[in-house]
């Protein structure tokens, strides 16, 4: 029923404002470098991090891994024996001609 209702969508016309925030300032002065207590402390928080990431990566190799594994014993569990395979094949072409 709806199918045969005519539908009219408004068309609208105008411009698009596009509204933007304003640039950050630059700081009038230059920054002082580090002191060394603050790079061992920057050096000190990136290394925890890259460990924690190390760890992530080799569980997930794991993961990967033995789901691999997983799925190859149970293609092995499910295949058929390898000297059956032959006879089934050969009883089937025998079965089918007769």
């Known amino acids: 029923m709806s199918e045969q209702l005519p539908v009219h969508a408004p068309h609208l016309t ?3 404002e596009v509204v933007r925030p304003p ?25 925890q991090d890259q460990q ?5 990566v080799a569980g997930l190799m794991g993961l990967w891994a033995g ?9 092995d569990a499910h295949a058929p ?3 059956e395979e ?13």
């Open 23 to 47: 640039l950050p300032e630059r700081p009038s002065q230059e920054l002082a470098p580090p002191t060394p207590e603050q790079a061992r402390a920057v050096e000190a928080a990136f290394a």
């Open 67 to 75: 789901t691999m594994l997983l799925h190859d014993m149970a293609a």
């Open 52 to 56: 924690q990431e190390h760890n992530l």
């Open 14 to 16: 105008g411009q698009v």
């Open 86 to 98: 032959e006879p089934r094949r050969q009883k089937r072409g025998e079965d089918e001609e007769a």
């Open 81 to 83: 024996p390898a000297g």
